[in-house]
């Protein structure tokens, strides 16, 4: 038996991998659960919207390396990303007032917004690849590695190596101060205060003195800086495509909706109970079981409940789940 190269190999491929794809769902699901807790609409476009917000950082990214501008060991695109931010603020704020506030004054059913949102991600699909193409971009540099397997080995000594990317360490970094200063923005500063107050009792908010279209309009803010930020390190951590951008969209909703539609915290949890699901179950154990055995005993087979092809169904599957037995998700939503 030999535990710690099992233990290596399960952060290798399983623990730092899902991680790292938890923290990107987590960010995606609390843009979605903002929107809802505070417009009460679900917003199919969302995922072309991290798409575009990281077509934009792509571009000023290509722009910075061209200028011969480098951010040392970290990747450009993080210099690049409040340029993404806010062109993707602006292309939200100007779809809400061309496109949203129309349905919102004529007080329209939230499935017309739905419907409506559907409309806008195919326009939004179609100029991201219209800028920036549909295939397939890279635009990581700086230090591959915080710790390359090979250097891993040389430190311990053991035969298993563990490699752990700079993107995977960025992401969950980035991922930890972004919820952190959610969070204290919601519930700390007054316009945060105002925006909770008024996804609580929009009447009673508007009597109070809240200026509605200043409440929109910081959560679509907040919510392109959100989408922006998950696929900029989405991209960083694999590569860009944006037809990948919309096939997004499922796992993220699945976690807004596990953890609660509207919650907060259930958009954070959803995130990562999606992300350690997908990739456990897809998972060849082979490896792991070989060190695990006594007698270096390796099973035949992959030791794979579910292929890799089948990560998508794994989301939809776990949200039917919860759909049937517990709709309002793991902490109750419809609210911020």
Partial sequence: MDPLNALVALLNFVIIPATAYGAQLALGALGVTLLY??????????????????????????????????????????????????ACALLVLATDRGVYRFYRRVK????????????????????????????????????????????????????????????????????????AWLFWFLNRTRTGKSMRAYSDNEDLALLSGIN?????????????????????????????????????????????????????????????????????LTYAFKKVIGYLAPGGWEPAGLVQLLSTDYKLAVSFAILIVVLLFRPTGLFKGKSV
Wanted: proline share 4%; net charge negative.
């Fill in 37 to 86: 807790g505070i417009l009460r609409f679900s917003n199919f476009a969302h995922g072309d919207t991290m798409a575009f917000g990281t077509t934009i950082t792509i571009l000023v990214t290509w722009a910075l390396q061209a200028a011969g501008v480098s951010f040392g060991p970290l990747p450009t695109a993080l210099l690049a990303l409040p340029v993404g931010i806010a």
């Fill in 108 to 179: 329209a059913a939230p499935v017309i917004l739905v419907i409506v949102s559907m409309g806008v991600m195919f326009v939004m699909n179609g100029l991201v690849r219209f800028i920036i193409g549909v295939d397939d971009q890279s635009f990581a540099d700086g230090e591959r590695f915080v710790i390359s397997a090979r250097t891993f080995r040389e430190m311990t000594g053991l035969e298993e190596g563990l490699a752990f990317r700079t993107s995977q360490a960025i992401t969950i970094g980035v991922a930890i101060a972004v919820v």
């Fill in 212 to 280: 509605p279209e200043r409440v929109v309009a910081v959560t679509w803010i907040l919510v392109a800086a959100l989408a922006t930020i998950a696929g900029v390190l989405y991209g960083l951590d694999k590569s860009f495509r944006p037809f990948v951008y919309f096939q997004l969209l499922l796992p993220i909703f699945a976690a807004a909706i596990v953890g609660g539609l509207g919650s907060p915290v259930g958009a954070i949890a959803g995130g990562f109970v999606i992300a350690y699901s997908e990739i456990a």
